[in-house]
């Protein structure tokens, strides 16, 4: 019966909208999304809140009309000048600059679509342009004496939140932790016929699977755990008359399934941070710590010694968006990277976020070399080239704290003594945390 039921309000949309074609335009690049850095998982027991959502900072619902420029929509028109009112005074900023920027050169009627890393690396590195200086439609190259005017409105960095064959659940966790860093997140998916007539919520029709449906960019702009069994909130370019007023609701399941791509973008803001590292026994036991003294800045000793063979991880977390990378060094003096833990793995880790080293199921094994151990976490405002700083902190000369001062510079930041943690106003481009480890 709920089939037949379904067919018939199928047939009945179909025909209401029959007059009304809604265009796409996404081109899926697989390989091109798989080089944009992904988002580092998140430590189990993360609490996220039930609801988020972002559209009382939403633009007015705009229609791309008979174009194929969903992607700068989703990422221009609607993420960008999202993030502007979140941030600082509300600004709307032009589609027609960012798909002009990034489409085929061939692409002379604005109708072949664009890849959305390009969109958003665009934005990184060239800015979003103000709507007013080349407003929608708009299918031609604009000058480049345009360019000057979009620069003060780059983003801060932008990444993935998860690989091609990431499974349901993971890809559902993680676009709602990016979600609740303060941010609305773009996607893209395809779009099977039922999504076209969508009314409140997205309604799959019967043997309805993910396959050569077109593909179509989107801004999501919340979720709700309580909403139809749990959705996310969708912000779409086909107009007010659309599904409801231009939004409509995609359950949990539905949009795991049909959504190939997902980027979380970060604006350029410096604000006030505040960090910490743990360290845990594989019982689960606290390693204590103090302070050394106050003119080594953020640098800790273990209280205990522990033994060849202790197994232990390490628990990083921040209050706002930073980046945080994660080095060890021994005896011998060689360092190594622990955070990010592989090429491709983002540093940047937006607010309320902890990573634990190596993972929930692996552990830190001293090994057979006596002496003292050191981790090292480094905070920073803008993203670093972590195997150049390796390679100082390896050739300078000095103890472990002169030669992370050299790269450091002066730190202001205020530490507490018990325990490594740190609070600092933002204007700190680096903040060090490190905890030295007696190993017998």
């Known amino acids: ?235 779409n370019s086909w107009g007010s008359g659309w599904a409801d007023k231009g939004y409509c609701w995609v359950r949990y399941k539905d949009l795991a399934r049909f959504v190939r791509e997902a980027f979380q973008a970060f604006p350029e803001i410096v604000q006030p941070v505040k960090g910490s590292m743990r360290l845990l026994t594989a019982d689960g036991k606290r390693m204590e710590t103090t302070r050394t003294d106050a003119q080594t800045g953020g640098f800790y000793r273990a209280s205990e010694s522990f033994g060849s063979g202790t197994k232990f991880k390490l628990y990083v977390s921040n209050s706002q968006q930073v980046y945080v990378y994660a080095l060890g060094t021994d005896s011998t003096g060689h360092i190594n990277r622990l955070f990010p833990d592989r090429d491709g793995v983002s540093a940047l880790l937006g607010r309320n976020t902890t990573v634990v080293y190596p993972s929930e199921t692996r552990s830190i094994v001293l090994d057979q070399t006596p002496g003292t151990d050191y981790l090292i976490v480094l905070f920073s405002q803008k993203e670093l080239n972590i195997n150049e700083i390796m390679t100082r902190l390896q050739s300078e000369k000095g103890s472990v704290s002169e030669r992370l001062q050299k790269v450091t510079g002066p730190v202001a930041a205020r530490y507490e003594s018990d325990q490594p943690v740190f609070e600092t106003d933002g204007k700190q481009a680096i903040v060090p945390l490190v905890v030295a480890i007696r190993h017998l």
């Open 1 to 235: 019966m709920k089939k037949y039921l379904w067919i018939a309000l199928l047939l009945a949309s179909a025909a209401a909208g029959a007059q009304q074609r809604y265009p796409t335009g996404l081109l899926f690049d697989p390989a091109g999304y798989e080089k944009v850095p992904v988002k580092a998982v998140v430590a189990k027991g993360t609490t996220l809140p039930r609801k988020v959502s972002y559209e009382e900072y939403c633009p007015p619902v705009m229609n791309q009309e008979d174009y194929s420029t969903c992607v700068a929509f989703a990422t221009t028109y609607y993420l960008r000048s999202i993030l502007q009112s979140i941030t600082g005074k509300p600004a709307l900023f032009s589609p027609s600059y960012t798909y002009e920027k990034i489409k085929s050169p061939d692409d002379l009627a604005c109708l072949k679509g664009a890849r959305l890393a390009d969109a958003l690396y665009l934005l990184k590195k060239t800015g979003a342009l103000p709507y007013d200086a080349f407003p929608y439609p708009n299918c031609g190259m604009p000058e480049g004496e345009l360019d000057p005017q979009a620069s003060p409105h780059r983003i801060g960095d932008v990444i993935r939140l998860f690989g091609e064959k990431a499974p349901a659940a993971y890809r559902i966790a993680t676009m709602k932790k990016a979600l609740s860093e303060g941010y609305p997140v773009v996607i893209g998916m395809e779009t099977p016929f039922s999504f076209f007539i969508t009314r409140d919520v997205w309604e799959l029709a019967p043997g309805e699977v993910p396959s050569a449906a077109p593909g179509h960019a989107l801004c999501v702009v919340g979720y709700d755990d309580d909403r139809f069994g749990g959705a996310f909130r969708v912000i």
